[in-house]
Each structure stands twice: as structure tokens, then as C-alpha cells.
T-cell receptor, first 117, second 111 residues
Framework: DAGVTQSPTHLIKTRGQHVTLRCSPI?????VSWYQQVLGQGPQFIFQ???????GRGNFPDRFSARQFPNYSSELNVNALLLGDSALYLC????????????????FGQGTRLTVV | QKEVEQDPGPLSVPEGAIVSLNCTYS??????FMWYRQYSRKGPELLMY????GNKEDGRFTAQVDKSSKYISLFIRDSQPSDSATYLC???????????FGRGTSLIVHP
């Protein structure tokens, strides 16, 4: 059974450009969350989507946006890239939209390593 | 002050040692506590999950939560070189389903 898949795995962009990152959740999972992990730090929450609706948004500027498609896959878009956007972007999927529990494990993908130069 | 504090390490131990990893937190509303393991260049993997105070054991791993002290721990017995990774604590309230992560502790188990 395939896990959470993210594409691309690595990406190099120039300041001011736009980037789209993609995530396919585990089959049957309807919730997708996005996190930014800067080197040496823990993941910081960006967005959570459940059944194509935004359920939560972290403290990130409007340059960050996301959406979830009918097949539950998701895209994270970042406009006007800054050097500080360089990070590992993680996607996590879960069975239910609400939380991480004994019967609702959160599974992370391998991430997309974004470098802004 | 961050909501969740975690010493980044690195923590270097010999194979077979008992490892103790810890996090402190400031939000008394946190009720769900998790430990993730992250290997280099990989995504985090959920290792242990605990609700409220108490202990939970799973094989070589034991998670402890002391809500009165706002302190959680992960113990690894008989540590192996394959345990070398970054260990992230995470926690959330009952009302919010978004966990807050610590910065992670880098663990190195040498043969």
C-alpha cells in the first residue's frame, strides 16, 4: 500500500518566483495537512484540509495558499518566493479530519526540499 | 518562550544504553502527546501516542507524561545504531487538531 507521496522531491527556485508542491494522501485518507520544516527546527503548521475544505491555517503570509482536489490530493502554492522560504515542506494525511489519535495516525510524506536562491 | 521546548542535542550514547529524551511545555491545555522519529532526509514517523498523564510502553520505547510538571519523556531501552535519528515531541489540545512540535533532539547511537 503506497504511503503519502510528494512531488517533486527537490526543487531550486529563484527569489520572486512561484512554486507548486503536490501531495497524494494514503488511499482512504480524506485529510491533508502541510508543514514547513526549516533546518534544525520542528515542523510548523501551514494548512489543514478535510473533504476539500480548509480546516485550519497557521501563521504564514498570504503568499502561501493551498487546495484539495476531489480525489483528496493537494497542492501547496507559494508566490513571490523569499530566501527564508527555503525549507523541507511536509505533507501529512490522516483518516479523519480531526486530529491524531489512537485510531487516527498521521502519516507524513518524505517531503519536498525547496531551495530559494 | 516557545510553547514546546526541546533540547536539540546532539545526544551521543553507546549501543545498549538507555536513552532519555524530554520536552517541556507551557500550555496547560495540551492533552494529546506524541513522539515522532525522523531519519535524515525523511518525513517524521509517529512512534508513540499518549493521552493525558501516565505511561505507555511499546517494545523498547516508553512514553511518560507528567502534566503537573508540564514535562514529557521518551525512554529507549537497549538503544541500537538504527535508533540514530531526530526525535520530535508534539502535542495538542483537545479542541485543536493541529499539533505543536518541538524542534527535535538529534540522537546518535554509536556501536
Amino acid at each position: 500500500d503506497a504511503g503519502v507521496t510528494q512531488s517533486p522531491t527537490h526543487l531550486i527556485k529563484t527569489r520572486g518566483q512561484h512554486v507548486t508542491l503536490r501531495c497524494s494522501p494514503i488511499s482512504g485518507h480524506k485529510s491533508v495537512s502541510w508543514y514547513q520544516q526549516v533546518l534544525g527546527q520542528g515542523p510548523q503548521f501551514i494548512f489543514q484540509y478535510y473533504e476539500k475544505e480548509e480546516r485550519g491555517r497557521g501563521n504564514f503570509p498570504d503568499r502561501f495558499s493551498a487546495r484539495q482536489f476531489p480525489n483528496y490530493s493537494s497542492e501547496l502554492n507559494v508566490n513571490a518566493l523569499l530566501l527564508g522560504d527555503s525549507a523541507l515542506y511536509l505533507c501529512a494525511s490522516s483518516l479523519l479530519g480531526r486530529g491524531w489519535g489512537v485510531d487516527t495516525e498521521a502519516f507524513f510524506g518524505q517531503g519536498t526540499r525547496l531551495t530559494v536562491v | 518562550q516557545k510553547e514546546v521546548e526541546q533540547d536539540p542535542g546532539p545526544l551521543s550514547v553507546p549501543e545498549g544504553a538507555i536513552v532519555s529524551l524530554n520536552c517541556t511545555y507551557s500550555n496547560s491545555a495540551f492533552q494529546y502527546f506524541m513522539w515522532y522519529r525522523q531519519y535524515s532526509r525523511k518525513g517524521p514517523e509517529l512512534l508513540m501516542y499518549t493521552y493525558s498523564s501516565g505511561n505507555k510502553e511499546d517494545g523498547r520505547f516508553t512514553a511518560q507524561v507528567d502534566k503537573s510538571s508540564k514535562y514529557i519523556s521518551l525512554f529507549i531501552r537497549d538503544s541500537q545504531p538504527s535508533d540514530s535519528a531526530t526525535y520530535l515531541c508534539a502535542m495538542r489540545t483537545g479542541g485543536s487538531y493541529i499539533p505543536t512540535f518541538g524542534r527535535g533532539t538529534s540522537l546518535i547511537v554509536h556501536p
